[in-house]
């Protein structure tokens, strides 16, 4: 008996050596439930070399969930679109429900662009015209300039020498022949200015040089109004990409005090505003159209600002002076 029980676990163990453990095994045992029906019991048993931490149970994936969230969602999606409805959001400014215009039947503002003052540019004498980013800075440089006492060539190298640094003799030259050109009477031995085929930028350095001199000369002159007691009106014009700036001054010596007039005509609503002597006088216009300013000028010699701003001109003012003479 104890021999048969030997040779049993000796086969049995032969069995399990020749049968690999990794090898998969999958056996179909028939059982008999509880009633004697027949019923087959279909059992699936995995090895896996031995690693049982390997082995995942397989879950079943819960396919109504998406089905769910979209379900919710477009409920969601409804009662919200029923609750806007029926109370609509306010703006900040609200307090109720206001209707407004589908469009406002208003004219279109015209859009002016920025510095128009450098439309003047072109009612220079001038051989070739300047770039307008130049000729912007050259204007800020001549207003920075034109209530300095120094020499008009003094004023022409400070007006230009940033554009040609380390040029100061060539630019000093220069501006003594443009000095003298402007000395000369118009008419008499002054020859007209001759045009330059090419752009400033296509100049030479000695020609951009004498461009920009003379652009300086000339806007110091246009932007100078000078009166005298013999000569007492003066009238000046400056074009703006808005219309034409028309300037009227008269020095007015009768009465028991002397004084001083501007009358402009603004091609747009704007300001005026005249100082000097401690005191000023402003006017402002809400439409193009003139204004007048005036004030008391009892010393001769005296530098007045005149200060002109278009409102349509989203800039500083344009600067004038005005020096009163015997």
């Known amino acids: 008996m104890n021999s048969d029980s030997e040779t049993l676990q000796k086969n049995l163990l032969s069995w399990l050596l020749t049968d690999p453990v990794s090898s998969r095994k999958y056996t179909q045992v028939k059982c008999k439930d509880i009633n004697g029906a027949d019923k087959p019991l279909l059992t699936t048993t995995e090895f896996t070399s031995g690693e049982q931490e390997g082995w995942k ?9 998406p089905t769910v969230q ?48 450098v439309a003047h540019q072109s009612k220079l004498n001038l051989p ?24 008009l060539g003094a004023k022409l190298v400070q007006a230009v020498e940033s554009f040609f640094p380390n040029e100061s003799q060539l630019l000093n030259d220069l501006a003594g022949t443009i000095q003298l050109r402007a000395n000369l009477r118009y008419g008499d031995t002054l020859n007209p200015m001759p045009n330059l085929d090419s752009d ?76 000097g002597s401690g005191s000023q006088a402003r006017a402002e216009s809400s439409s193009p159209g003139c204004l007048s300013v005036e004030l008391c000028c009892t010393q001769l010699d005296e530098a007045y600002t005149l200060m002109v701003e278009l409102k349509e001109i989203d800039q500083q003012p344009l600067l004038f002076v005005i020096i009163p003479t015997k």
């Not at 009166?227 to 990409?241: D, F, K």
């Open 57 to 65: 149970p397989q879950t079943s994936l819960l396919g109504e969930i």
């Open 70 to 117: 979209e379900r919710f969602q477009a409920v969601l999606k409804r009662r919200l679109k029923v609750e806007v409805e029926d109370q609509p959001p306010l703006f900040p400014w609200e307090t109720q429900i206001l209707d407004y215009p589908e469009y406002v039947d208003e004219p279109v503002m015209e859009l002016v662009p920025s510095w128009a003052w």
């Open 128 to 151: 070739t015209l300047l770039p307008e980013n130049i000729f912007r800075q050259l204007l800020d440089r001549c207003q920075a300039l034109i209530t300095s006492s120094l020499p």
């Open 200 to 275: 400033y930028s296509d100049l030479q350095p000695q020609q951009q040089m004498l461009v920009s001199l003379l652009a300086a000369q000339q806007l110091l002159e246009s932007l100078t109004l000078p009166i005298s007691t013999t000569n007492p009106v003066l009238e000046r014009q400056w074009l703006t990409s808005v219309g034409v700036l028309n300037l009227r001054v008269e020095y007015q010596s009768q009465g028991p005090v002397p004084k001083l007039l501007i009358r402009g005509d603004l091609p747009s609503k704007g300001v005026v505003k005249l100082q």
